[in-house]
């Protein structure tokens, strides 16, 4: 049996960390799409579209065939028994595409391939090639396109077919040890069929039992609360209007993660947290402050750019789950959604609230609306299917003090005390 070969930096679980299994999973849906042996007309209309989108425009078809050329063709990038990708060129990529839309995740050989599109588009999304195609606006309002078929699948009984005890089934043994108290921590009914969830982004979005995650100082508006369960990913001062987002250290742009809104000026030299989810972690969003919603807004972005620096030319190699070290520079370029709360507290005044959606799906849902009172813990959204990261955003007159028990890679959970306003 081939030896782990780790990649560290494939953090929250949405991939696995030994490579082996990544491509070992790989592999198995290669033979599984060309055993299907569908044509290019039997595709899913939606993967049809895809193609003429990169046959029929010039700069995309470019993009789509040197994201495959620059690849460098030596292990570990030359994995197929001919020496090179596991995944060839575009054809091959929206074959598998076809198959991956119309299945939901698995617990695959005891681990979890969370970004089955990630998974597909591994090492292209760390060329330059890949870096022009997938921040071309008309390649992500494609995925998007693709997303909302995958969504639509996902959303149905039929993909309670994963919510099964088998070893590769989310009640099976791997997945249990993997989220132990399952039936204590989540609203559902271990002796109806699937437990009780409809399909898979009901159990993706499944609700903790009441009591489970209480909030910490709920009257206490000195108190900021966590968000999301996540775990910490950075924590800036003093961040600028307009900054170099792409480069090394992936500083935070204000007006580019605000999309140039109108209330984007009050935050300049303001602080920022950013926390990510990991992929068996609660996906719904909690008021972090008492106040009253200002403004809910979506914003449509890439899907799987990564940060330059994260590319093949990063020393490390790049980043596989790409996303996640490239969370900084996601936060200006990824679909998210922003809810601007005025807290009660005048200390505190306007914040932000900032979801992020990380690759594949990467819905962003506010279920909050303008003028609405919140308390700390009231749900005010959710992430459906995908990865997902979230940034706290707080004014320069804002005094913030964050929990000296949770730094830098630290798991917080849902509702606990993050920080004080002086």
Known sequence: MPSPRHVHHRIGGWLPKDQNVLESWLNKK????????????????????????????????????????????????NKDPTGKCQVRGYLHMLELFDLIIEEAPDFEQNDLVGFPINAILDWPMGTPGGLTAFVNPKVNAMFH?????????????????????????????????AMPDFDETFVCDPSAPYHGFNSWDDFFTRLFRPGVRPVEFPANDAIVNSACESTIYNIAYDVKARDQFWI?????????????????????GGT???????????????????GIIVKVVNIPGTYYAESPVMGFANPDGPDPAAPNLSQGFITSVAARALIFIQAHNPAIGLMCFVAVGMAEVSTCEATVKPGQVVKKGEEIGMFHFGG????????????????PDYTINSAVPLNAAIATIA
């Open 145 to 177: 396109k693709m997303f909302n078929v995958w969504s639509a699948f996902l959303s149905s009984p039929a993909s309670c077919y994963v919510l099964s005890t088998a070893d590769n089934g989310w009640f099976g043994a791997p997945a249990t040890a």
């Open 248 to 268: 090394k250290g992936e500083p935070y742009s204000l007006n580019h993660i605000l999309n140039n809104d109108e209330y984007a000026p009050q935050f300049v």
């Open 30 to 77: 290669i033979a599984k799409a060309k055993a299907r042996n569908r044509k290019f007309e039997d595709w899913a209309p939606v993967i049809q579209e895809f193609r003429q989108l990169i046959e029929t425009d010039a700069e995309i078809w470019m993009g789509f065939h040197q994201m495959f050329d620059q690849v460098p063709e030596k292990p570990p990038y």
């Open 388 to 403: 997902s990261t979230h940034c706290l955003i707080f004014r320069p007159e804002t005094k913030v003090t964050f929990n």
């Open 272 to 290: 920022i947290y950013q926390a990510f989810l990991s992929a068996l972690n609660y996906h719904r969003w909690a008021s972090p402050v008492n």
